[in-house]
Nanobody, 124 residues
């Protein structure tokens, strides 16, 4: 069964950077649109960023636009989320997910495979 495995989370200070990684266990996912979501304590999971299967299109939540970048390396079938200028409000469990197709989406219902999540904590 195909799996998504996130890594790269941790405890950082406000203004620091982190890069999250999401490795897919099968190369067949290379053409799928991918997304990152996050869930803060006591809140619903929310959209963070998405990338189309081709990489031609990306989409970001307004709260992270200009600070976060989603990218992908096809060689190792890994999707990244580069997070710069982190803020305490970015504290959450971050999940990567894969859609059923190539079009990006901010709708969680379009994602059929999820990773286990990685914790990001930003102290002030």
């Amino acid at each position: 069964q195909v799996q998504l495995v996130e890594s790269g989370g941790g405890l950082v200070q406000a203004g620091d950077s982190l890069r999250l990684s999401c490795a897919a266990s099968e190369r067949t996912f290379s053409n799928r649109a991918m997304g990152w979501f996050r869930q803060a304590p006591g809140k619903e999971r929310q959209f963070v960023a998405a990338r189309s299967g081709s990489g031609a299109s990306t989409l970001y939540a307004s709260s992270v636009k200009g600070r976060f970048t989603i990218s992908k390396e096809n060689v190792n079938n890994t999707v990244y989320l580069q997070m710069n200028n982190l803020k305490p409000e970015d504290t959450a469990v971050y999940y990567c997910a894969a859609t059923r197709g190539v079009l990006l989406s901010l709708d969680q219902q379009r994602y059929d495979l999820w990773g286990q999540g990685t914790q990001v904590t930003v102290s002030s």
